[in-house]
C-alpha cells in the first residue's frame, strides 16, 4: 500500500475498540444468528470474500451481504457483528480495490471501501429509523439495540475517512458519518468531526464536496458565516441555507441573489440524470433539489411578498404542474398569506407573478395537480379564469432585471 492510500487521519485502531476480525469470525456463534434467510451460518464466508483478490468476488459477497443482514433496511441479530467486522477492515489495503457495483441500479466504479462505507452509514441509519422518523421501523428492538451499541466503535472507524485521499471514500464517509451521528448517543461527536470537516472544506475543490460540507456542518449546527462569502457562489448557498443563518440578513440576500438566476444554480451541483431527468444525486441534509430548497428558505425568512417577486418570476420558466409542490405552489402561498378575497384588489406583486404563471403553458396540465394550492388560497384553478381575474392589463410579463 502506498503513502497515497493511507488515510491521513490516525484512528488509533479505531480507539482499540474494534475486535480483531478475524477474531470475530471465529468467536461468534453464528449458527445462533439469523439474517433474512435463516440462521447466518453463511456470513462469515461472504465476510471473508470482502478480503478476495479477486474484485468480481468482493462486489458479489456484498451484494448477498446486504441482501442477507440488510436486507431491505431491516435489521436482524446478525447484522451487528457483520457492521463490526466491516468496520475492522475499512483500513485493509484489499478493499481498495475497484470495481462495479453490484447493485443493479448503482452504475458507479469505485473503491469497495466506500461502498462498505455507504453500507455502514445504512445499518446506522436503519437503527435510528425510530428518532429520525417517529414511525415504528418493524425491526426486532433486540436487533436493533445490538447495533445501536457498536454504533460507537463503527462511528471511529467510520470518521478515520473523512480525509481520504479518494474523493469517493471521502464522499461515502461523510454520507455514513451523518447518518451515524443521528444516533442520541454519538450525537456529542459532532463539534470534533465538524473540527476534520472544516479541514476538508480548506483543502478540497471540488463544488459538490464543498457544499455537501457546508450542509453537513450547518446541520450540525455549525457557524458557517465566513463562507457567505466563498469565491463559490454554490458554497455561499449552501452556507446560507444553515439554521443558524435564520435571520441573518447577508445570508438571506445571498439566496435571493442566487434565486434570480434559478437555471444557473440548477448547474451548480448537476442533479438530473440521463436515464431520469427528474432523479437526482441528492445532497446531505436536503431533500430533493438544491434550488427548491434555496427557494424554501427565500419564503420562510422574507416577511413581504415584495421583496420575493424578483425570484418568484425569476423561477416560473423552470416551473410546472409536476414542480407545484416545490416551486410556484409555495410562492402563491406567500403571494397571497391572507388568502384571495375578491373585494379586494390584487397588489401590483400578485398581478405580476399571477401573470408569469398564466404564461406558462406547462403549469396547467392536468388541473387536478395544482387545484389544491389554488383552492387553499381561495382562487380558481383554471387559466381562463384567473385570465379574467386579471383583467384587460393581462399581458405576457418581461423578466425583472437583476
Known sequence: MTAQDQSPVDAQAAGDRLPDPRSLIEDTDWGALEHAYGPAQDTPLRLLQLLAEEPEVQAEAMGLLDMSVLHQESLYSATAPAALFIAAILDDPRTLARHESCFP?????RPLRATLLEWLGQVADSAVHDERTGADDGNDPAATAAVRAVLGPVCDAVTAHLLAPDPAVREAALGAVTMLLEAPDLAGRTVSTTRILRNLLAESTDRRERAATVLTIGA???DTTELLTDPDPAVRACAALAPGCIGNPQATQVILHALL??????????EP?????????PLPQIEGRLRH???AAAIERTDDFEELLAVAVACVPLCSNLTVGDDWGPLLAAAFPSGYRPEVELTAAQHRFLSALVDRDVCWRYTHLIASWFHDIGLPPDRDAIKVLLGNTWQRPTPPRA
Open 293 to 295: 430548497a434555496l427557494l
Open 273 to 281: 440524470t440521463a436515464a431520469d431527468p427528474w432523479a437526482a444525486d
Open 220 to 222: 450540525w449546527g455549525a
Open 261 to 270: 438566476e434559478p437555471a444557473t444554480v440548477e448547474s451548480w451541483l448537476p
Open 105 to 109: 441500479w448503482d452504475d458507479r466504479s
